[in-house]
């Protein structure tokens, strides 16, 4: 059994980055990884512009103004943003200005309204500003050429706004990774289906998508595989010619049923990790397939018990889909530390993880356990999890109050 810092370190070096790289257009790129380094077209900003709705002045005319002795400036414009000034601003003179609009020619500093009083054709200004005060000069946050972003950076909401800023209408992406799902037992069926005694709903099929969506992989379900060795077999290399890599859930325990392990190595698959020391989740087969075209297909066999398949994920599975996928950094889960409301039980032997939740709160983070049974089999106290609290191996209990480790699952 392998601990299980381990066992992570070991499914990342087996997992290889991505070297195809696609186009999608700006509006379809939410969810993908940059593959390549983005520089910028342009200066940002593009010219120097206000920061403030107000008046654009040269500083030397107006730096011993205060409100005992104002001084006056004729106005030579008014300059609404989107426009470009037409007239300089030349010594004892101002321009209207907004937020937002170019600053004209000759003039250096904005004073704003606030500070001003206009008599028709006039402004006194009242107060008298810093130099080059809010003018925001081009290329200050940015200039044509510099890095604007990185290659292996998600793709979210901020990141969008940046890429239409830039005018980045086609971005380099790498291909989402396809991830199929099987679930392997003769006693399920799919939600719609009446019981029959002794069956179960095949519920790890739908957090397993779920999961993979939430790790930026496209999943592939695959269904229900019965306990047979030739239909695990068909299943397994039907799901290789689909997919990158291969989650299944179930069958990979010791029982007389649980073939997994076996029909891989039949299909030459090597076996890297068949067991590691974490409860839930012990029996955990990871092996990978020969190597077509420069990456070796991925399979991850996860225990069937709904609590373990999904520990297993979290903890091992989804660090390897975001290292595949091309995510520059952050694999590996988040870890807090945050003081336990409830006293934590395990049985010394395995790192134990215990589903409940984080709350973050001003004085810190702590960690409210889900009631009710936490034995593996146990899915209903399992929704509402966004955090494991980790007992570590030598450790029979974690006393209420104390700063216990959590891994932050969503
Ligand atoms: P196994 O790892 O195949 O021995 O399965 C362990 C336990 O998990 C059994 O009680 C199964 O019925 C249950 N189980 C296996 N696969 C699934 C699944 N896809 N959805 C829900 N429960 C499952
Ligand atoms: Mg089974």
């Not at 900003?45 to 730096?63: F, K, L």
Request: charged fraction near 15%; charge should be negative; proline fraction near 9%.
């Amino acid at each position: 059994m392998l601990p299980a810092a381990e066992a992570e370190a070991k499914i990342l070096d087996l997992v290889s980055l991505p070297t195809e790289v696609e186009q999608v257009p700006l509006d379809a790129a939410l969810g993908h990884i940059l593959a390549h380094p983005i520089p910028s077209p342009l200066d940002f900003p593009h010219w120097d512009n206000s920061a403030m709705d107000g008046y654009a002045v040269r500083y030397d005319d107006v730096q011993g103004a205060s409100a005992e002795a104002p001084v006056a400036l004729t106005l030579t414009e008014a300059i609404p943003a989107g426009r470009s000034p037409t007239l300089p601003v030349g010594p004892g003179q101002a321009a209207r200005i907004l937020t937002g609009s170019m600053v004209p020619a000759g003039a250096d500093t904005i004073v704003m309204q606030e500070v001003t009083q206009r008599q028709g054709d006039r402004v006194l200004v009242l107060e008298a500003p810093a130099p080059a005060q809010f003018v925001r000069h081009r290329g200050s946050y940015c200039r044509a050429g510099d890095p604007l972003m990185a290659r292996g950076l998600a793709i979210g909401g901020p990141e969008l706004a940046v890429l239409a800023a830039a005018q980045c209408i086609q971005v380099p992406v790498f291909p989402q990774l396809r991830v199929a799902i099987l679930s392997t037992g003769d006693e399920l069926v799919t939600p719609e289906m009446p019981l029959q005694p002794g069956q179960i709903v095949d519920s790890n099929q739908y957090a397993l998508a779920a999961l993979v969506r939430q790790a930026g992989a496209i999943p592939v379900s695959l269904g229900i595989v019965p306990d047979q060795p030739q239909a695990l077999r068909a299943a397994i290399e039907s799901a290789l010619a689909q997919a990158e890599v291969i989650v299944s859930s179930g069958g990979v325990s010791v029982g007389d049923y649980d073939y997994v392990d076996e029909i891989l190595a039949e299909l030459g698959a090597t076996l890297h990790i068949c067991s590691v020391a974490v409860k839930p989740g012990k029996p955990l087969t990871v092996a990978t397939f020969p190597a077509e075209n420069g990456s070796a297909p991925l399979y991850f066999g996860l225990p069937g018990n709904p609590v373990s398949a999904l520990v297993t994920f979290w903890r091992f599975v989804a660090p390897a889909l975001r290292k595949r996928s091309g995510l520059g950094a952050g694999w590996g889960p988040v870890f807090v530390p945050a003081i336990t409301r409830h006293a934590l039980n395990a049985g010394g032997q395995r790192e134990t993880y215990l589903w409940g939740r984080l709350e973050m709160a001003a004085d810190g983070c702590s960690f409210e356990l889900a009631g009710g049974g936490h034995i593996s089999g146990n899915l209903i106290n399992l929704a509402g999890t966004n955090a494991l609290a980790i007992v570590p191996v030598g450790t029979q209990m974690i006393p209420a109050g104390e700063t216990v480790r959590v891994m932050v699952v969503n």
